[in-house]
């Protein structure tokens, strides 16, 4: 194959020849799109660094619940701001926690739009740590039982999916065995597998009202200059019979999502998180870049990189535009 004779431009003459060429579809069936439920009434207040996404109290999740189940979205995945939070985050695991509240009002409300729900301890402990603190840092099993607590209590509340975000050791097996032994042998989990400790996630702290008080997420979450340790990751998570892989943040880590998809055949999900969000929405308000073209481009790396499925911000715009 060389030049003149092959000419690689032949294929990309007009329209139609671009797309039967295509080889990477975004489609609306790929997005998930977080909500942050918060506890209270008429509560819809605009989180300053996400323009357009919100803290919401439940009869206005439920409301955009709908909206998202129209525009053909499959998922929502719920994060909770709770009325109250204390060391050992209780709210987390309350029946009539903001989550599981939120939960049987969705599911009622909107049957078929499956819920996710983010299982961790850090938007209901007062210390923000995404565990229970023992000498100064997350102690990893007794914390697992806490969270294993919580995603009885998702499942109980109707979640279709639970998705562990916290990074201790074994807490997709511990999730996987209360979840078996009280009836939920059907609920997948949705595993937080490759969760680096980035600074991408500083919006979703101000939504999530989750910042740590003290110290950082470092020896739980993982260095972002780790590749091999990835791999372990989510190799413990198969083994522990994790029904989907996650990789998050997404755009700075394209390399690690190709990378854990050429070696698992699980669903692949990647988490376009706030900051990557904020940075499109800043520029776009500044007239810096094309917003849309920027977001549709940057979903589309996700997936070309070898996401099956996105969790966005973005969800409800790129849905609309894909119609
Ligand atoms: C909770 C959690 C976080 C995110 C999802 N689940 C924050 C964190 O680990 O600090 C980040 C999502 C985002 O930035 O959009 N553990
Ligand atoms: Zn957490």
């Known amino acids: 194959m060389f030049f003149p004779e092959y000419r690689a431009r032949r294929t990309r003459r007009d329209a139609n020849l671009r797309r039967m060429v295509r080889e990477t579809h975004l489609r609306v069936d790929d997005l998930i799109y977080p909500m942050f439920s918060a506890f209270g009434e008429n509560i819809k207040k605009e989180i300053p660094s996400m323009p357009g996404i919100y803290q919401q109290s439940i009869e206005n999740i439920v409301a955009e619940a709908k909206e998202v189940y129209e525009l053909g979205i499959p998922a929502v995945i719920l994060f909770g701001i709770p009325e109250a939070k204390d060391a050992v985050g209780s709210d987390a695991y309350s029946e009539t926690g903001i989550i599981q509240e939120t939960i049987r009002a969705i599911k009622k409300a909107v049957p078929e739009l499956t819920v996710i729900t983010d299982v961790c301890m850090c938007e209901y402990t007062d210390h923000g740590h995404c565990g229970i603190i023992h000498e100064g840092d997350v102690d990893n099993d ?49 595993s937080y597998a490759v969760k680096y400790a980035s600074a991408y996630y500083g919006p979703f702290r101000d939504a999530a009202d989750s910042t740590p008080q003290f110290g950082d997420r470092r020896s739980y979450q993982m260095d972002p200059a780790n590749r091999r340790e990835a791999f372990r990751e989510a190799a413990l998570d198969v083994t522990e019979c994790a029904d989907f892989l996650m990789v998050k943040p997404a755009l700075s880590y394209l390399d690690i999502l190709r990378d854990i998809k050429d070696r698992f055949d699980l669903p692949l999900v990647a988490y376009n998180v706030s900051g990557e969000y904020s940075m499109i929405k800043a520029a776009a308000e500044k007239g810096w870049i094309d917003g849309d073209r920027v977001m549709l481009e940057t979903l589309l790396g996700m997936k070309r990189a070898g996401a099956d499925l996105i969790i966005t911000y973005h969800a409800k715009e790129a849905a609309a535009l894909l119609k």
């Open 142 to 190: 007794e914390t697992l039982k806490l969270l294993a607590a919580e995603a009885l209590s998702h499942a109980q509340a109707g979640a279709d999916i639970v998705a562990p975000s916290d990074m201790m050791d074994g807490r997709v097996a511990a999730i996987r065995e209360i979840l078996d032994a009280n009836g939920f042998s059907h609920i997948p989990v949705m």
